[in-house]
C-alpha cells in the first residue's frame, strides 16, 4: 500500500483532483474491505496516519469541485481519525517521510467552507477547537474578523493583537485593531521591535498613520499624506485605490471616479473598489464607462459580489429594473453584508416605486457602514422623492452626526432643509454657504443655493454667486444657471453666450436650450415665457446629488 499512497499522494501534488476521487475512493473501499474480512491479507493495509491523511487530500479534491458539503465531511472524518490516534506498532523511522496535514490547517479549511456556506458560528467553533499555541496568525486572523462581524470586540482585539505579535508588518491587523478603537500607540508598540529593525521604515510608518487618518475620518489629512505618498511609492495600485476611496468617503466624487478609471484602466485584474466605481458611473449616467467596466469584470469570478453589482447598475442605466433587481440579489446572497450591494437594491426599489422598502435596504446600508455618504443621499434623495421632509432632514441630521462637518454633509443638510417652510429655507442658506466656503470646487451646493436665491428675485447676487464659482469650476448646469439669472436681469447677450457654454459642454442640457429659444424670442421681440424661468428654478433647488 505505500507504493498506492505515493502515487495518490503525487496525484495531490500535481493537482489532478477529479482522478483523486475516484482512487482514494476505491483504496479506502479496498482497505476496509481487507480490515473488515481479511481479504488479501497478504498485502499490507493502510495505517490510521495513512487513512488520515488520505481523508484530507479526499476533502480537498471535493472542497476544488467547490462541493463543500462532502468536503466538509471528509474534513471532519479526517479530525475524527486524528483524535483516535494510537501510537503505532511500526518502527518510528517508517512513519518520518510521511507528511501529515496539521489539524491547525484542517480546521482553518472547515473555516473556509463555513464562510462560504455563511455558517459564522460553526466557522467559529471550529477554529477555537484549537489551544492558542496551535493558532497560526492566518487562524488569528479568520478569528478576528469572525468575532468582529459577530460583535465580539474584546475577542477581535485579543486575536489581532496575536496576529501582530507574530507578524508585526501586519497592515491589515493593525488596520482592524483601529477600527475597533485601540489607540494608535498601543498598536506602534506592538509593531516597534520589528520596525526599529528596518533602516527604510519611514514608508511603513507613513502607511499607518494614513490607515490611522482614515479611521479617524480625517480625510484632508488623510488625502494630504497620500500625494506626499506617492513620491515613495509611485503609481501604486494600493495608494491609488485608497486614495480614490478617501476621495469617495469625503464626497470628492468627480476625484475620486477619476482616479478609479486610471487605476481600473491600467490594471484590469484589480477588483477592489470597482462596486463603488459602479456607483459613481450610474450617478453621472455614463453608460459607456460602465459597460466598460462590466466587460473587464466579465472573465472575473461569479463567486464574489462586484461583477453582479456593477452589472445591476447597468441595468438600472439602461432602464432594465427587474434584471437589476435580479442582479443585486444575486450579489447580497454572495455576501449579505455588501454595503454597495444593498444600495444598488435600495435604487432599483425607488425606481419601482416601492419607497418603504428602499429605506429598508439604505437604512441596512447604513447599518453596516454609518460612516459612508452614499447611503445617505441615497436615503435623502427618497424622502425627498416621497416629500417626506422630515425624514429628509433626520437622514441629514445622522451624517452631521457620525461623519461630522463636510462640505457634503452641510450640503445634504442644506437641500433638505431647502425643501421645508420659508424659516427651514432660511436656515439652509446658512448650510449651503458654509459647503461652499469649506469647499469651493464643490458645486451641489451652488445649484441649490441659487435657486433658493433666485425664487427671491435677488438675481444679482445668484450672478455673482455662479461668477464665483465658475472661476474654478465649468460644468454645463452652471452655465445653464447664470444664462437664467442672466436672462432675468436683462442682459440677453450674455444669457445667450452661456447658454451655448452650457450647450457645448452637455449637448443633452434640455434647459439649456429651452434658455436659448427663450433668449433668440426675447432678442426678436417676443414675450419672454415665465413658466420656463419658473421650473428652471425648481430645477435648481431639486437637482439630485448621487
Known amino acids: 500500500m505505500a507504493k498506492v499512497y505515493e502515487e495518490i499522494k503525487k496525484l495531490h501534488t500535481e493537482n489532478l483532483f477529479d482522478d483523486l476521487k475516484i482512487v482514494i475512493s476505491l483504496a479506502l473501499s479496498r482497505h476496509a474491505n481487507v480490515s473488515l474480512n481479511g481479504n488479501g ?43 483516535a490516534f494510537r501510537r503505532p506498532s511500526e518502527p518510528s523511522e517508517k512513519l518520518t517521510n510521511l507528511e501529515l496535514t496539521s489539524e491547525a490547517t484542517v480546521r482553518y479549511k472547515l473555516y473556509k467552507i463555513y464562510s462560504k456556506l455563511k455558517q459564522p458560528k460553526s466557522a467559529i467553533s471550529v477554529l477555537e477547537a484549537l489551544s492558542t499555541k496551535e493558532r497560526t496568525p492566518g487562524i488569528n486572523m479568520a478569528l478576528g ?29 493593525a488596520r482592524n485593531l483601529m477600527k475597533l478603537g485601540v489607540q494608535r500607540l498601543n498598536i506602534a508598540t506592538l509593531m516597534l521591535n520589528t520596525l526599529q529593525s528596518i533602516n527604510d521604515e519611514d514608508w511603513l510608518i507613513g502607511w499607518i498613520n494614513i490607515q490611522q487618518q482614515i479611521n479617524d475620518s480625517d480625510w484632508m489629512s488623510a488625502l494630504g499624506k497620500i500625494r506626499s505618498f506617492e513620491k515613495i511609492c509611485p503609481r501604486n495600485v494600493d495608494v491609488w485605490n485608497t486614495q480614490a476611496d478617501v476621495h469617495y468617503m469625503y464626497g470628492q466624487y468627480p476625484q475620486a471616479k477619476l482616479r478609479w478609471q486610471q487605476l481600473f484602466d491600467g490594471h484590469p485584474l484589480v477588483i477592489k473598489n470597482t462596486d463603488k466605481l459602479a456607483y459613481l458611473l450610474l450617478k453621472d449616467k455614463d453608460q459607456v464607462a460602465l459597460s466598460r467596466l462590466c466587460t473587464q469584470l466579465g472573465d472575473v469570478s461569479s463567486d464574489i459580489p462586484e461583477p453582479w453589482i456593477a452589472n445591476s447598475a447597468h441595468c438600472i442605466l439602461t432602464n432594465r429594473n427587474s434584471d437589476a433587481v435580479n442582479l443585486i440579489d444575486k450579489a447580497i446572497a454572495l455576501e449579505p453584508k455588501s454595503y454597495t450591494a444593498n444600495i444598488m437594491k435600495g435604487i432599483a426599489m425607488n425606481i419601482k416605486g416601492a419607497l418603504a422598502v428602499s429605506k429598508r435596504y439604505f437604512r441596512d446600508a447604513l447599518r453596516y457602514c454609518p460612516t459612508r455618504l452614499d447611503a445617505y443621499h441615497e436615503s435623502l434623495k427618497s424622502a425627498l422623492k416621497g416629500g417626506h421632509v422630515k425624514d429628509a432632514i433626520a437622514v441629514a441630521d445622522l451624517a452631521l452626526k457620525y ?80 444664462g437664467n439669472s442672466l436672462l432675468e436681469v436683462g442682459e440677453r447677450a450674455r444669457a445667450m453666450h452661456h447658454y451655448n ?28 415665457d415665465e413658466s420656463f424661468i419658473a421650473q428652471s428654478l425648481d430645477q435648481s433647488v431639486e437637482v439630485s446629488y448621487g
Not at 146 to 162: F, V
Request: overall charge positive.
Open 41 to 83: 491479507c497478504n498485502v499490507m493495509s493502510f495505517t490510521p496516519y495513512h487513512i488520515y491523511q488520505l481523508h484530507v487530500y479526499y476533502a480537498d479534491s471535493w472542497y476544488e469541485s467547490q462541493d463543500y458539503t462532502r468536503a466538509e465531511r471528509h474534513y471532519k472524518d479526517a479530525l475524527g481519525l486524528k483524535r
Open 145 to 173: 474578523d469572525l468575532y468582529r462581524e459577530e460583535g465580539m470586540d474584546r475577542s477581535a482585539i485579543t486575536s489581532y493583537k496575536e496576529v501582530l505579535r507574530c507578524c508585526p508588518l501586519s497592515v491589515e491587523a
Open 403 to 482: 461623519i461630522g462637518q463636510t462640505p457634503s454633509t452641510l450640503y445634504m443638510y442644506g437641500k433638505a432643509l431647502s425643501h421645508g417652510d420659508q424659516k427651514q429655507k432660511s436656515k439652509a442658506k446658512v448650510f449651503l454657504e458654509k459647503s461652499i466656503q469649506a469647499d469651493s470646487s464643490f458645486v451641489y451646493p451652488v445649484y441649490t443655493l441659487v435657486g433658493l436665491i433666485s425664487k427671491q428675485d435677488k438675481h444679482r447676487k445668484a450672478i455673482h454667486i455662479l461668477e464665483s464659482c465658475l472661476k474654478d469650476n465649468s460644468t454645463s448646469k452652471l452655465h445653464q444657471l447664470l
Open 501 to 528: 457654454i452650457a450647450l457645448n459642454l452637455d449637448p443633452s442640457n434640455k434647459k439649456a436650450k429651452e434658455g436659448l429659444e427663450q433668449t433668440e424670442k426675447k432678442m426678436d421681440g417676443n414675450s419672454l
